[in-house]
C-alpha cells in the first residue's frame, strides 16, 4: 500500500530524511516512533504530497505521490484519512458540522452525510456530544472528534502524527485503542510518535526513526526484518 524507496529531503543543508526506504502493506498497523526532529512528521508530509522529496520515490497504491500535480494530490488526499496533534476542528462549527463539512467536500450526497457522520460519532463514543462545540470538549474528545471527521469517507489509510501529543495518559490510550479498533476494521494505520512506551502495549510493527534515517523495523514480536 505505502511504498517510500530511497527517500531524501534536506531542508538547507540539513538532511532530515536519509535514504528512507519502507514497506507498509493493507491493513497493517504500523507506529513509526523516534525522537523530537527525527523526520517523523517530515516523512509524513512526503507521504501526503505537502512536501516534494529531493531523491526516491513515494507510492501509495497507484498513486506516484513525489511527481503528482497539486490538483492531483488535492484528489489523493481525499482519499486518506489524516489526524493531527492539534485537532484542527472549526471552531464555529458543532461536533456533528466539523464532520458533516468534512465528508460533503468529499462530494458525499446531503442524505447519505446525515446517517454517516452520526454512525462515526457513534464509532468514537462522542454521539452524546455531537451538538457541542469543541471549546465545550476536552483534548481527548475533540482528538475523537478528530478522527470521526478523517474516518467519515471510510478511507483505507489512516494517518496520526502524533494523535496524542497535547493528551493526558487516559485519553491517549483512549486513542490509541481507537486506533486499532479502526485498524482492526480493516484500515491500515500508520501512527507517528515520540512516545515509544505508548505504542509498547499495541503489540504492532515497530519502525524507528533516528536522524532521518530508519534505524529498527521490528515486529510485535521483538523480530527483525
Ligand atoms: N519547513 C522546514 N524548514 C526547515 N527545517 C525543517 C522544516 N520542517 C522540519 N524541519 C526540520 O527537520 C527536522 C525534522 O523535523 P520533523 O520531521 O518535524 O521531525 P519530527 O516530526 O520527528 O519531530 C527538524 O530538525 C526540523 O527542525
Ligand atoms: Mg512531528
Redesign the pocket.
Known amino acids: 500500500m505505502i511504498i517510500f524507496d530511497k527517500v531524501h529531503k534536506s ?2 543543508d ?1 538532511k ?1 530524511l536519509n535514504n528512507v526506504s519502507l514497506k507498509v502493506e493493507p491493513k497493517e498497523f504500523v507506529s513509526l516512533i ?10 509524513i ?1 512526503a507521504l501526503i504530497g505537502a512536501e516534494k522529496v529531493d531523491k526516491g520515490t513515494v507510492h501509495v497504491d497507484d498513486y506516484h505521490v513525489n511527481v503528482m500535480s497539486e490538483r492531483a494530490l488535492q484528489m489523493y488526499r481525499r482519499k486518506l484519512g489524516i489526524v493531527f496533534q492539534d485537532y484542527k476542528l472549526l471552531q464555529r462549527k458543532s461536533v456533528f458540522e466539523n464532520v458533516a463539512f468534512a465528508l460533503e467536500a468529499t462530494g458525499a450526497s446531503k442524505g447519505h452525510v446525515t446517517e454517516r457522520v452520526d454512525n462515526v460519532l457513534e464509532m468514537v463514543g462522542l454521539s452524546d456530544m455531537k451538538n457541542h462545540f469543541p471549546y465545550q470538549l476536552s483534548g481527548g474528545e475533540q482528538q475523537k472528534a478528530a478522527i470521526a471527521r478523517a474516518l467519515a469517507h471510510n478511507p483505507k489509510l489512516l494517518i496520526a ?2 494523535p496524542t501529543g497535547n493528551l493526558d495518559p487516559k485519553s491517549a490510550k483512549e486513542i490509541l485503542g481507537l486506533l486499532k479498533k479502526i485498524n482492526d476494521g480493516g484500515a491500515t494505520v500508520l501512527l ?1 510518535t ?1 512516545n515509544s512506551g505508548l505504542v509498547d502495549k499495541l503489540q504492532k510493527r515497530v519502525v524507528r ?1 533516528d536522524k ?1 534515517k530508519i534505524i529498527s523495523d521490528k515486529a510485535h514480536s521483538g523480530y527483525e526484518f
Request: without cysteine; neutral net charge; proline residues 5%.
Open positions: 531542508y538547507g540539513r532530515v523516534g525522537p523530537s526532529g527525527a523526520g517523523k512528521s517530515t516523512l508530509y502524527d502524533e507517528a515520540h526513526l532521518g
